[in-house]
Nanobody
Framework: QLQASGGGLVQAGGSLRLSCAAS????????MGWFRQPPGKDLEFVAA????????DHTDSVSGRFSIFRDNAKNTVYLQMDNLKPDDTAVYFC????????????????WGQGTLVTVSS
């Protein structure tokens, strides 16, 4: 089970940090990712991280602004979002899978509830 938190209202240029805690101990080839669904649009990939080794991937639109990292002891993955833009407004979801790092929503088998991020201009 995944529990996401940290959303809120922020002005453009501001920062937020989202958290996603896994209720069970992670092991092996565990991958956690963040996706988002802007208003009226489809769910899209934001970033993902492999638990072992820490390899990451992220979509181009957040390059240089968002970073994903994990805390092994807390079984928690974070999405640090800096220099937020109005286009970043969305419901953000964390998700998990085993195996290789992937970016498609259909590759992920476990999903947390969404947390709303609203960026005002």
């Amino acid at each position: 089970q995944l529990q996401a938190s940290g959303g809120g209202l922020v002005q453009a240029g501001g920062s937020l940090r989202l958290s996603c805690a896994a209720s069970r101990r992670t092991f092996g080839s565990f991958v956690m990712g963040w996706f988002r669904q802007p208003p009226g649009k489809d769910l899209e990939f934001v970033a993902a991280i492999k638990w072992i080794g820490g390899m990451t991937d992220h979509t181009d639109s957040v390059s240089g602004r968002f970073s994903i990292f994990r805390d092994n002891a807390k079984n928690t993955v974070y999405l640090q979002m800096d220099n937020l833009k109005p286009d970043d407004t969305a419901v953000y979801f964390c998700a998990a899978k085993y195996g290789e790092l992937k970016t498609r929503t259909t590759d992920y088998t476990s999903w947390g509830q969404g947390t709303l991020v609203t960026v005002s201009s």
